[in-house]
């Protein structure tokens, strides 16, 4: 590896994942960042599954810390951000990754409840780590925020409550960027389309009973590059809007999605 994050501290919420045969965004982005030097604290609601992916990281020689907590509370937020900075003095990446839309549906059916709770999860708990790692990045001149965001921010997907909680992160990066620009604060989005990931394949087959197979080919059909992206392309793109690469980069919404943002018809 280049060592593009060497000396870096990040926190990566999200960092378990759902048990499954492929990897989830969280952790393969938080060894990708090991990987290229960073030092990690890997939050994850589960700690055991915070454990995995620090475990993970350490048997490659790389340094990372796990932490439990749950994000939709802000108590836990403040905590975690003050927890990152105790362990590694600074925090120079924040990556929020965390996200679902258990029990979501179209506009006609969608249970209030569930519509708020949704929003919670996506939304809010998003702007409450980011509320509490702005002043840590403002006193130390700096840093990078990524947030995942969805394709379904752009196209209907008809499920209402993640669409719109998702376009609201894509809102909240857009104004975290704009608001912070002058403190040397990045803040950008990724909209990932069909990812092969186990929460979207055994997650989903285990809600449906739908096989596997069946479901991982619907899913690649639908992209115009003939297949589902990975947990990895997900991360190469965090690596890089996280990395002085894109030191110039703040404000983007970017897609990665095998082109399916693009396709016409």
């Known amino acids: 590896m280049s060592g593009r994050l060497a000396g870096k501290a990040a926190v990566v919420i999200g960092a378990g994942q759902t048990p499954g045969d492929t990897i ?12 290229e030097g960073a030092r990690v604290f890997c939050v994850d609601r589960d700690l055991a599954r915070a454990e995995e992916t620090a475990a993970a990281i350490a ?26 900075r105790d362990a590694f ?15 979501d549906g179209p506009v006609d059916s969608i249970d209030p409840d569930r519509f708020d ?39 209907p997907a008809g ?12 809102k ?28 979207a394949i055994q997650g989903w087959a285990g809600m449906t009973g739908e096989a596997q197979a069946e479901l991982r080919a619907k899913r690649n059909a639908r992209v115009p590059m003939g297949r589902m992206g990975t947990a990895w392309d997900v991360a190469h793109a965090a690596l890089w809007l996280a990395s002085d690469d894109a030191r110039f980069v703040t404000g ?14």
């Not at 989830?24 to 990987?35: E, K, P, Q, S």
């Not at 932490?67 to 802000?74: P, Q, T, V």
């Not at 919404?253 to 095998?258: I, K, S």
């Open 59 to 84: 048997a490659e020689g790389g340094e990372a810390v796990a932490h439990a907590a749950d994000i939709r509370d802000e108590a836990a937020c403040a905590a975690l951000i003050a927890a990152a």
């Open 159 to 170: 499920i209402i409550a993640y669409e719109i909680s998702k376009a609201g992160v894509n």
């Open 117 to 155: 709770a949704i929003l919670h999860l996506n939304l809010t708990a998003m702007l409450q780590t980011i509320k509490h790692v702005l002043p840590v990045m403002r006193g130390q001149g700096g840093g990078a925020i990524v947030n995942i965001s969805s394709l379904a921010s752009i196209a």
């Open 24 to 35: 989830g965004n969280g952790r393969a982005t938080a060894i990708l960042f090991a990987r």
């Open 172 to 199: 909240l990066t857009t104004s975290v960027a704009a608001l912070n620009a002058r403190h040397r604060i990045r803040c950008n989005a990724i909209l990932p389309g069909l990812i092969d990931t186990p929460m």
């Open 89 to 103: 003095g600074r925090i120079d990446i924040l990556h929020n990754n965390v996200g679902g839309g258990a029990g």
């Open 252 to 265: 983007a919404l970017l897609p990665v999605d095998g082109g399916q943002s693009v396709r016409l018809g």
